[in-house]
């Protein structure tokens, strides 16, 4: 049985939290470059402490391509300082995420809202003094 390809498509919003990329669509192996590209235009070399949330509330397929291009961006901005934030993850990518342990690396939130107001809280809490950023209840350590 075929499955319908759907077109793949990244929406970026920006605003004084950070940036959130809107992923629509299916992302694989055609669809990730859109991804690396719309990672290395948003985020250049570093500097913003802005949020950086995957907004996956669109997604509606997600292949290995797909799973290492999340990696990648991951990789990239752990090596800024910075956390990727993963929000309205779909089912069938929670159960991935949580077969492979995946879980355990990515910040998973219900929402970009939510996501966006966590890396606030974060930041928050380091900018006061506090050895440990406050994490709301329900995130996943990453």
Known sequence: MRRELRVFAVDVRRDTR???????????????????????????????TGAVV????????????????????????????????LAAVPAFLDRLFTLT?????????A???EALAAHAADHGALAAGTDEPVRPSGENAG
């Open 18 to 48: 950070g940036v959130v990329f809107v992923l629509r669509g299916d992302l694989d192996f055609h669809s990730a470059v859109q991804l690396y590209e719309a990672g290395d235009r948003e985020l250049g070399t570093g500097g913003d």
């Open 54 to 85: 995957i907004d996956c509330s669109h997604l509606t397929y997600c292949d290995s391509t797909g799973i290492t291009a999340l990696l990648k961006l991951y990789n990239q901005l752990s090596g800024q300082a910075r956390v990727l934030r």
């Open 101 to 109: 342990g995946l879980n355990q690396i990515f910040s998973l939130y």
């Open 111 to 113: 929402d970009a809202d």
